[in-house]
Structures are given as C-alpha cells and as structure tokens.
C-alpha cells in the first residue's frame, strides 16, 4: 500500500461512514474482508479458539481482537465513531410560515457557525415493526441533499459579523421544504419510502437515531494536494488508521476499541466508561489473575486527534508545543490526567515512530485554556492498563469541516501497523539512578 492509495481508502471510508452506525457497519466490512469472523455479544465464547474476531454492540461501537493461548501482553488501541453534529429530536416535525422543518439536538461540543447555509442529509438508525408485528432495525442514509440551515441576511443583523450569537434551541432548525406542498405526506412518510428501497414489509416506523451531516464529500486540497477536509475526521480518520493497520495480517495479541458517545462524556453500554471493553476481556480471558497479569504487561494506544497550530491563532498555542501538520503524529500531555500519557508510555510511542522513521510531536494546552480529554484516561482508570494518547493534528476540530495533512494520516498507520506487529518492547524494568 502506498500513501496515495491509503487515502483513497481512507476517503473512501469516511464518505461510507455517515453516521456512528455506518461506521461500525463498514469497519465491519473491512475486517470481514481481512478474515476476521463475527462473534456475537449473545453467543457463548468459552469455546472460542485462538483467531482472529470481532463484535459490536449496539450497532455503534465495535472490538476487534486477535489472540493465542495464554498471551503474555495485549497491544490495545482505542478511538472513537461519533463526531459533534445535530441529532433530531422526538416528534421533530415543524410547520411554520409555510416551511417544513425538523426539530434537532446539538450532539457534543460543535462548532456551529459553519452549519449554516450547507447542503445537509440525514443518515442513521431506524427502528420499523413488520406485518408479523416483529422490531427491526435498519440503517437510513438519505445521500442527497434535502435540508438546509438559511443565515439571516446581513441587512437584518448589521451586527453579525462582529457580536454573533447562535441560540441553540431558535436558529438551528433545518428546512426540509421551502413552501408546503400539496400532496407532501410529510417527513416520516418519506423516510418510510426511504426504507421501502431495501424492504416491502414494513408496517409501522417506531424511533429513530439521525443525525444531519454535510453531503459534500471529504476531498485532498492544496496545490501540493497535501491536506485533506471533510466531516468526521474528528475521530473516524483514527478509527481508519486502527483498522487498516489492525486488518494488515501481522497483528498478534492485538485488540481494538472503537467507542461510541466520546463526545457527549462516555458515559453509556457502548462508552468508555461503560463495561463493553471489560465484558471482552473477562470473556476472552476468565481467569482473574491471569487477566490481571496480561493487563499489567499491556499497552493502551488512545487515538484521537490533536490540534495543530494554526497560522492565524498561533497564540491560542503553548509556545513550547507548536504541532504542525504533515509533521507527524502527536504525543498529548495534560499533568491534571485530561490525557494519560506519562513519560513511560510516551516514550514507547516515540520509539515506535523511531523504528518506522516516523517524526512525533507533541502538545499540552496552555494553563490558561480548559484542556480537553479521551477515552485514554476513561479506559485506562477502568481497566488498569498503561495508557499513551496520541493523535493526527488538525485544524477546525468539531467543525462540519476540519481540515489534516495527507502525510499524518499515513504516518499514523505506519506506527500502529508497526505497534501491532509485536516488535517493541512493551515491559520495561525501572532502575534507581543517583
């Protein structure tokens, strides 16, 4: 594989990946594809030979692991399928000054500014009973524009563009239809009709989990083509990068985690701080102090992006931590545990990017700004397991665009095709100096 067909692959799975569902979905493919076999939560495990597996639960979050007969260490990478973005509401159907509109929630910490006036879809979950009265579930993605969030005119905000505020709950309301139609059975009728291109026999739509995401395609940019934008990158660029290297044929001991709900706090079955990762392990591994053994020998690779500095705010930075993109991947650091890197895991990370002649860099916030966290420190306080985070940097994180560099992307892959390769050292003894 050569960097240029690593992006393609990668931009081709973001497009695929839509919602946290379709992520899931595709990821599954992916491993599929690379022979890893389905194993389901409600199975029973305690015959599973040594291969290679995976599993998901609730459609959004997915483990994927391969294993021996009593292995020494785990080499464990985690990221994350959910992105910030605006998640429809129950009953979400408005009609006013002859608009058809939908209701929605802000999922996590969006930057919201540049929803406004983007050609929106909806893509997601549905649950539908059939005509024997049966619950489903179903993946909807509408794939085409069909909403839009209009900005007010500037000759009616003269203000704009020097005290703009967004109201959360008024001026985030999607337009479906510009002028009601006549004969226009209304949203639901046409999500139903969504649903009848893959079946027939759908009786009653009951709930749904959808969320609107900006139908223009992630794209490589710059005269160099040297960047990539797009939707989702923040963390699905992660969850590609553990995949790929996870899907390589050379993992061994190996295992990945790909949450769901990072960024409304992990907390939920398919969390972090939910028991998903522990329910594995106990499964994969029943004997207490066996397990306990394998975890303090083992290595948690959290992967989530990192922001790096931009040209135009270069003093929202810590002057001594300037990453910069296409200048490798970052090493996070945060002394109040926002991140859970320490020097020993951090510097095992460093040698990693060494033996594939990776460059790394680092950052930690300034005193001075609120420091973001992880499903780094979430995972390692649950479990006990060292943990590095680490990540691509990125510019406009939680935009509806955000922006990488090509080459981090592909670095990134070769340090975690090389992590789970088995070759570095994970157990390191302490000595007493001085």
Same mark, same amino acid.
């Not at 000054?97 to 879809?121: H, I, K, M, N």
């Not at 395609?217 to 005269?223: F, Y």
């Not at 545990?337 to 895991?345: G, V």
């Given at each position: 594989?050569?960097?240029?067909t690593?992006?393609?692959?990668?931009?081709?799975?973001?497009?695929?990946?839509?919602?946290?569902?379709?992520?899931?979905?595709?990821?599954?493919?992916?491993?599929?594809?690379?022979?890893?076999?389905?194993?389901?939560?409600?199975?029973?495990?305690?015959?599973?030979?040594?291969?290679?597996?995976?599993?998901?639960?609730?459609?959004?979050?997915?483990?994927a692991?391969?294993?021996?007969?009593?292995?020494?260490?785990?080499?464990?990478?985690?990221?994350?399928?959910?992105?910030?973005?605006?998640?429809?509401?129950?009953?979400?159907?408005?009609?006013?000054?002859?608009?058809?509109q939908?209701?929605?929630e802000?999922?996590?910490?969006?930057?919201l500014?540049?929803?406004?006036?983007?050609?929106?879809?909806?893509a997601?979950?549905? *649950?539908?009973?059939?005509?024997?009265?049966?619950?489903?579930?179903?993946?909807?993605?509408?794939?085409?524009?069909?909403?839009v969030?209009?900005?007010?005119?500037?000759?009616?905000?003269?203000?704009v563009?020097?005290?703009r505020?967004?109201?959360?709950?008024?001026d985030l309301?999607?337009?479906? #239809?510009?002028?009601?139609?006549?004969?226009?059975?209304?949203?639901?009728?046409?999500?139903?009709?969504?649903?009848?291109?893959?079946?027939?026999?759908?009786?009653?739509?009951?709930?749904? $989990?959808?969320?609107?995401?900006d139908?223009?395609?992630?794209?490589?940019?710059?005269?160099?083509?040297?960047?990539?934008?797009?939707?989702?990158?923040?963390?699905?660029?992660?969850?590609?990068? #553990? #995949?790929?290297?996870?899907?390589s044929?050379?993992?061994?001991n190996?295992?990945?985690?790909?949450?769901?709900?990072?960024?409304v706090?992990?907390?939920?079955?398919?969390?972090?701080?939910?028991?998903?990762?522990?329910?594995?392990?106990?499964?994969?591994?029943?004997?207490?102090?066996?397990r306990?053994?394998?975890?303090?020998?083992?290595?948690?690779?959290?992967? $989530?992006?990192a922001?790096?500095?931009?040209?135009?705010?270069? $003093?929202?930075?810590d002057s001594?931590?300037?990453?910069?993109?296409?200048?490798?991947?970052?090493?996070?650091?945060?002394?109040?545990?926002?991140?859970?890197?320490?020097?020993?895991?951090?510097?095992?990370?460093r040698?990693?990017?060494?033996?594939?002649?990776?460059?790394?860099?680092?950052?930690?916030?300034?005193n001075?700004?609120?420091?973001?966290?992880?499903?780094?420190?979430?995972?390692?306080?649950?479990?006990?397991?060292?943990?590095?985070?680490?990540?691509?940097?990125?510019?406009?994180?939680h935009?509806?665009?955000?922006?990488?560099?090509?080459?981090? *992307?592909?670095?990134?892959?070769?340090v975690?095709?090389?992590?789970?390769?088995?070759t570095?050292? #994970?157990?390191?003894?302490?000595?007493?100096?001085g």
């Amino acid at each position: 594989m050569t960097t240029d067909t690593y992006i393609e692959d990668l931009l081709t799975f973001l497009t695929r990946s839509s919602s946290p569902f379709h992520a899931v979905y595709t990821a599954a493919k992916m491993l599929e594809q690379a022979q890893f076999t389905r194993v389901e939560e409600t199975a029973d495990w305690r015959d599973l030979q040594p291969g290679k597996y995976y599993t998901t639960r609730s459609d959004s979050s997915l483990i994927a692991f391969t294993f021996s007969e009593k292995p020494a260490a785990l080499r464990m990478a985690g990221a994350h399928t959910d992105s910030p973005c605006l998640k429809l509401k129950p009953n979400a159907e408005i009609s006013r000054q002859g608009c058809t509109q939908l209701g929605v929630e802000v999922y996590g910490g969006a930057l919201l500014g540049p929803w406004f006036d983007r050609d929106l879809s909806l893509a997601g979950r549905v *649950c539908w009973l059939d005509t024997a009265d049966r619950l489903h579930t179903s993946l909807v993605d509408f794939k085409r524009p069909i909403a839009v969030i209009p900005s007010l005119a500037i000759h009616l905000d003269r203000e704009v563009n020097t005290n703009r505020s967004i109201n959360k709950q008024t001026d985030l309301i999607p337009i479906l #239809l510009g002028n009601e139609q006549e004969g226009h059975q209304g949203f639901r009728a046409s999500l139903k009709e969504q649903l009848h291109k893959n079946t027939s026999d759908i009786q009653e739509l009951l709930d749904v $989990d959808l969320f609107f995401y900006d139908v223009q395609g992630p794209a490589r940019i710059g005269l160099a083509d040297d960047l990539i934008t797009g939707a989702r990158l923040d963390n699905l660029v992660s969850c590609h990068a #553990l #995949l790929t290297a996870m899907a390589s044929g050379i993992s061994e001991n190996a295992m990945i985690v790909l949450n769901d709900h990072e960024e409304v706090g992990s907390v939920s079955t398919t969390g972090a701080q939910g028991p998903f990762l522990q329910a594995v392990l106990e499964r994969l591994f029943p004997d207490v102090e066996h397990r306990n053994q394998l975890l303090s020998r083992s290595l948690l690779l959290s992967v $989530d992006n990192a922001h790096a500095v931009h040209p135009n705010f270069a $003093d929202r930075h810590d002057s001594l931590c300037l990453p910069r993109l296409n200048k490798g991947p970052v090493i996070k650091h945060n002394a109040n545990q926002r991140y859970a890197t320490n020097a020993l895991t951090s510097s095992i990370f460093r040698t990693l990017c060494h033996r594939v002649h990776v460059p790394v860099q680092e950052f930690v916030m300034r005193n001075d700004l609120a420091c973001g966290s992880t499903i780094g420190p979430l995972t390692a306080a649950g479990i006990g397991v060292a943990t590095v985070d680490v990540g691509i940097p990125s510019w406009a994180m939680h935009s509806i665009r955000e922006t990488m560099g090509v080459l981090d *992307c592909w670095y990134m892959h070769l340090v975690l095709r090389e992590f789970f390769s088995g070759t570095p050292p #994970l157990v390191l003894d302490t000595e007493m100096i001085g």
